[in-house]
C-alpha cells in the first residue's frame, strides 16, 4: 500500500511554470508505476503524464507534450511534474497516482490517489 500526498499547486499566470510534487510513503514506491491526472469543474478526469517504476520510460498526453515533464526519485519516494508555458485550459485539480498494473493512461488502472492540489492558470 501507498500513500500519496501533492503539493505545489497555485496561481500563475499564463505563459508561466509550476512544478508540482507528489511524496509517496511506504518501502514499495519504488515498484509502482506514477501517474498525473487532472480534472477541471464541470468535466471528467483525464490523463495528463505517466512513468514506469524505474523512470526509464513516460507517457504525456498531446495536450501537454512539450510542455509538461514528469519524473520521479526513487531515493526520494517522490514524483514530480514539471510544467511550463501554462495555459488558462490547465487550470484543474492535480492528482497523482500509483498502479501497480505498469504504465498506464486510464486511470481504472490507479489503485492510489492523493488528495489533489489546485492548479489556476490566469489569462
Not at 510513503?25 to 480534472?39: D, L, N, V
Not at 498494473?101 to 492510489?112: D, E, I, N, Q, S
Request: net charge positive; proline share 2%.
Amino acid at each position: 500500500q501507498v500513500q500519496l500526498v501533492e503539493s505545489g499547486g497555485g496561481l500563475v499566470q499564463a505563459g508561466g511554470s509550476l512544478r508540482l510534487s507528489c511524496a509517496g510513503s511506504g518501502r514499495t514506491f519504488s515498484t509502482y508505476a506514477m501517474g498525473w491526472f487532472r480534472q477541471a469543474p464541470g468535466k471528467e478526469r483525464e490523463f495528463v503524464a505517466a512513468i514506469n517504476w524505474s523512470g526509464g520510460s513516460t507517457y504525456h498526453a498531446d495536450s501537454v507534450k512539450g510542455r509538461f515533464t514528469i519524473s520521479r526519485d526513487n531515493t526520494k519516494n517522490t514524483v514530480s511534474l514539471q510544467m511550463n508555458s501554462l495555459k488558462p485550459e490547465d487550470t484543474a485539480v492535480y492528482y497523482c497516482a500509483a498502479s501497480n498494473a505498469g504504465l498506464k493512461y486510464v486511470a481504472r488502472f490507479y489503485g492510489y490517489w492523493g488528495q489533489g492540489t489546485q492548479v489556476t492558470v490566469s489569462s
